[in-house]
């Protein structure tokens, strides 16, 4: 999809704030309130703008472990086990790769133990040959926005 200078302007200011009003954002980027109604509509129905959300910090929240599960999985296989931990509760993200391993799946955990009973859930998918996981130590960034600069 085609974004022009209004629609990237518009998705910075929305990406900062996403509870940021109609009228403000008219008056921000000093054009009609209708303008910007539509630009928002087409841009969710057109998926620019999957969903309008807040972000949490997770320790704050009591996920105080995170870390990388990886994944090596059998090809026959692949699509079951990402459905499934798409499904986990405590994935963040979830990569299919090169390399190594297949599948790059990253969680938060209440502990040590929790993450462990993860790490298990995951290797007890059909599918699943090898999991190993990386423990985080510190966050260093935790920002899904998306840069319209690149």
Do not use: W
Request: neutral net charge; aromatic residues 6%; hydrophobic residues 45%.
């Amino acid at each position: 999809m085609g974004l022009d200078d209004l629609d990237i302007c518009l998705l910075r200011l929305l990406q900062a704030n996403s509870r940021v009003s109609f009228a403000d954002l008219s008056r921000e980027l000093d054009v009609a309130e209708a303008t910007v109604r539509f630009r928002v509509k087409r841009l969710v129905s057109e998926g620019v703008i999957a969903k309008f959300t807040i972000m949490l910090d997770p320790n704050k929240v009591g996920r105080r472990v995170s870390g990388a599960i990886l994944l090596k999985i059998d090809p026959a296989h692949l699509d079951g086990v990402c459905k499934t931990i798409v499904e986990f509760v405590e994935t963040m993200y979830l990569f299919q790769c090169t390399g190594e391993y297949d599948v790059v799946s990253v969680v938060v955990a209440r502990d040590l133990e929790h993450l462990n009973d993860l790490v298990k859930r995951a290797k007890a998918i059909v599918g699943v040959k090898d999991a190993r996981v990386s423990i985080t130590t510190q966050f260093l960034k935790f920002d899904p926005f998306v840069s319209l600069n690149l």
